[in-house]
């Protein structure tokens, strides 16, 4: 309908629609319309979309053959895509299978994010590999840009609260008030 007002829709405008037709009409409708899709515009953007919808509703098949397929085609994972993988995996009781994902990520040259490396602790926090946790928490420390913010230290402050490690979660949370500048500490706590 938008291309008869003369309006062409952008690629990412096609992966948005995508996933708004899952969302409304559900997978199989969101499979038909990625098939009808100009090839031209099937990226990584519309495979990502669609690998996000198998993601989200829990289907691995569809998703570890998506991302197979996007590999085939040299497509560009991003950590977006991994991190779906890896939610998809943490959600269907696989977590064992998610440090093996994030070594993929790192070996492809696709640096973990925060969102990532929160997975990957929960992930070990569920195997009850705290010294894994840890291990991960000071890599991120050396290597993560953006993983200096509240989601993360809750959620490792979370990670040792049900692992009974109270004194470490209480701890870090301190270092972390410490660290942040006041006004940042304010906003988050509202």
Request: proline fraction near 4%; include cysteine; aromatic fraction near 8%.
């Amino acid at each position: 309908m938008v291309t008869k007002r003369g309006m062409n829709k952008t690629v990412s405008d096609q992966a948005i629609h995508l996933d708004l037709v899952a969302k409304a009409r559900g997978i199989p409708a969101a499979e038909n319309y990625f098939i009808d899709i100009p090839e031209a515009s099937k990226n990584h953007l519309t495979y990502g979309a669609l690998l996000n919808c198998y993601c989200k509703e829990l289907i691995t098949e569809k998703a570890e053959a998506l991302i197979e397929k996007m590999k085939e085609l040299n497509l560009p994972l991003g950590s977006m895509s991994y991190n779906n993988l890896m939610t998809l995996y943490t959600k269907i009781g696989q977590p064992e299978r998610v440090p093996n994902i994030v070594q993929e990520m790192k070996s492809c040259g696709t640096m973990p994010d925060s969102y990532t490396y929160n997975v990957w602790m929960r992930a070990l926090a569920s195997m009850n590999d705290i010294s894994g946790v840890e291990r991960v928490i000071e890599e991120m420390k050396r290597d993560a840009e953006d993983a200096d913010d509240w989601t993360t230290y809750s959620n490792i402050a979370s990670v040792y609260v049900d692992a009974g490690l109270f004194e470490k979660a209480e701890k870090d949370l301190r270092n972390w008030k410490r660290e942040m500048p006041t006004e940042i500490f304010l906003l988050s706590s509202f």
